[in-house]
Nanobody, 124 residues
Framework: QQQLVESGGDLVQSGGSLRLSCAASESLRYYAVAWFRQAPGKEREGVSCSGANGDDRKYADSVKGRFTISRESDKNIVYLQMDNVKPEDTAVYYC??????????????????WGQGTQVTVSS
C-alpha cells in the first residue's frame, strides 16, 4: 500500500528558500503527485503538481515562478523547491498521489494517498 512521508518543513525568513521532500513507499511511476497546503483558518489549496510522465507540471498562480516541483524517480521522491518565500506561504504542506497520467492543482479527487504534512513558517 502506497504511503507518503513529507519532510523539510522549517522556519525560514521571507525571501529565503526551502526544499520539501515527499518519500513514497512504492514506485510513483504511474502516479500523479501534488503538493497542497493549508494555512490556519483557510481551506486547503493546491500548490503544484506533476503528472505521471513528469512532463505535465502545474503551479498555482500564487507560487508560479517561485516554486518548482521535481521527481527523483529512482528513489521514489518528489521535491518542492520553494524560493523567495513569503509570509503568506506559511502553512502545513501535504504531499498527495493518485493513479493518473495528468495532474491538477484545482481539484483533490485525483489523489487517493496523502502524507501527514510538514509545517512551513515564513517570518517577515
Amino acid at each position: 500500500q502506497q504511503q507518503l512521508v513529507e519532510s523539510g518543513g522549517d522556519l525560514v525568513q521571507s525571501g529565503g528558500s526551502l526544499r520539501l521532500s515527499c518519500a513514497a513507499s512504492e514506485s510513483l511511476r504511474y502516479y500523479a503527485v501534488a503538493w497542497f497546503r493549508q494555512a490556519p483558518g483557510k481551506e486547503r489549496e493546491g500548490v503544484s503538481c506533476s503528472g505521471a510522465n513528469g512532463d505535465d507540471r502545474k503551479y498555482a498562480d500564487s507560487v508560479k515562478g517561485r516554486f518548482t516541483i521535481s521527481r527523483e524517480s529512482d528513489k521514489n521522491i518528489v521535491y518542492l523547491q520553494m524560493d523567495n518565500v513569503k509570509p503568506e506561504d506559511t502553512a502545513v504542506y501535504y504531499c498527495a498521489a493518485g493513479p493518473s497520467p495528468l495532474c491538477s492543482v484545482e481539484v483533490d479527487f485525483l489523489y487517493d494517498v496523502w502524507g501527514q504534512g510538514t509545517q512551513v513558517t515564513v517570518s517577515s
